[in-house]
């Protein structure tokens, strides 16, 4: 069956724009995390979604940095003036609702900030 | 906080077995302990995850320590496929997922 999707799996943009990362979950999957990986680097925790609940926002960053998640599926991921700190790669992950089942990942999104 | 310590690097050789540590002396209750792995350029795949006692799966098998303050994760064969980074992780009953920096496996031909 379909995996964790991501798009764009490469983004390039100059320093202040804004940018959009998108992440199609595995179907009937109501966790969807995102993370956020600097190169040689371990798994920043960033926003946690759970069904209809309010969604845990402890690792954003800054204000900078927001999420949705449409109709308890695809999510979408805002860097509002981007700064070249924020260059990593983003990685989206489902779970189903079980507190013990795994996550699955996508390959993630390369942000690059020039 | 990544709750867990993992070496930074290890080293096996082709279809020897690997034994991958993992303390987390912190654990609570109802902490599952979850085991992915990393490709380059991948995100992390899921290997195995056990709460109390021994698990196997075709990948690998997870031992954990009777005070469940220790794992190790064991590759019984390890191929060249193997070579990844390897996290350690803690879920807690919040559904959070705590990942640390992983052990760096390089698997010598």
């Known amino acids: 069956g379909a995996g964790v999707s991501q798009s764009p799996s490469n983004k390039v943009t100059e320093k202040g724009k804004d940018v959009e990362l998108r992440c199609d979950p595995i179907?009937?999957?109501?966790?969807l995390y995102w993370y956020r990986q600097s190169l040689g680097q371990g798994l920043e925790f960033l926003i946690y979604f759970q069904g209809n609940s309010a969604p845990d926002k402890s690792g954003l960053p800054s204000d900078r940095f927001s999420a949705e998640r449409t109709g308890g599926s695809v999510s979408t991921l805002t860097i509002q003036r981007t700064q070249q700190e924020d260059s990593a790669v983003y990685l989206c992950a489902s779970s189903a609702r079980q507190y013990n089942q795994p996550q699955h990942f996508g390959d993630g999104t390369r942000l690059s900030i020039l | 906080d990544a709750k867990t310590t993992q070496p930074n690097s290890m080293e096996s050789n082709e279809e020897e077995p690997v034994h991958l540590p993992c303390n987390h002396s912190t654990i609570s209750g109802t902490d599952y302990i979850h085991w992915y792995r990393q490709l380059p350029s991948q995100g992390p795949e899921y290997v195995i995850h056990g709460l109390t006692s021994n698990v196997n799966n075709r990948m690998a098998s997870l031992a954990i320590a009777e005070d469940r303050k220790s794992s190790t994760l064991i590759l019984h064969r390890a191929t060249l496929r193997d070579a990844a980074v390897y996290y350690c992780i803690l879920r807690d009953a919040g559904n959070q997922f705590y990942f640390g920096t992983g052990t760096s496996l390089t698997v010598i031909p």
């Open positions: 179907s009937g999957h109501t966790a």
